[in-house]
């Protein structure tokens, strides 16, 4: 069984920062990628950014230039920094991970982490 552990959510005012991170435990051979999701109230989930377990990262249009991505492929944990909040950011955060298990690709979710941008 694989988990997810989110942490780092919060209340922040805009132009402030945070940084979510994510560990997957468990009997994984390898992730090869860790990305992080967002779903504000009333919209789709939506991608925010991914990063492949070779570095190679893509960002959603709406947080280039402010947010990072990077992980630690040792400790299987991801992280997103993220700068110069906007209210628009608010939104429940989720870790997603595609992870070879016993010779298969399973996709697995945390459980969320509420991020909220105050103006």
């Known amino acids: 069984q694989v988990q997810l552990v989110e942490s780092g959510g919060g209340l922040v005012q805009a132009g402030g920062s945070l940084r979510l991170s994510c560990a997957a435990s468990g009997t994984i051979s390898s992730i090869p990628v860790m990305e992080w999701y967002r779903q504000a109230p009333g919209k789709q989930r939506e991608l925010v950014a991914s990063q492949t377990k070779f570095g190679s990262s893509n960002y959603a249009d709406s947080v280039k230039g402010r947010f990072t991505i990077s992980r630690d492929n040792a400790k299987n944990t991801v992280h997103l920094q993220m700068n110069s909040l906007k209210p628009e950011d608010t939104a429940v955060y989720y870790c997603?991970?595609?992870?070879?298990?016993?010779?298969?690709?399973?996709?697995?979710w945390g459980q969320g982490t509420q991020v909220t941008v105050s103006s």
């Open positions: 997603h991970i595609q992870a070879w298990i016993s010779g298969m690709l399973r996709p697995y």
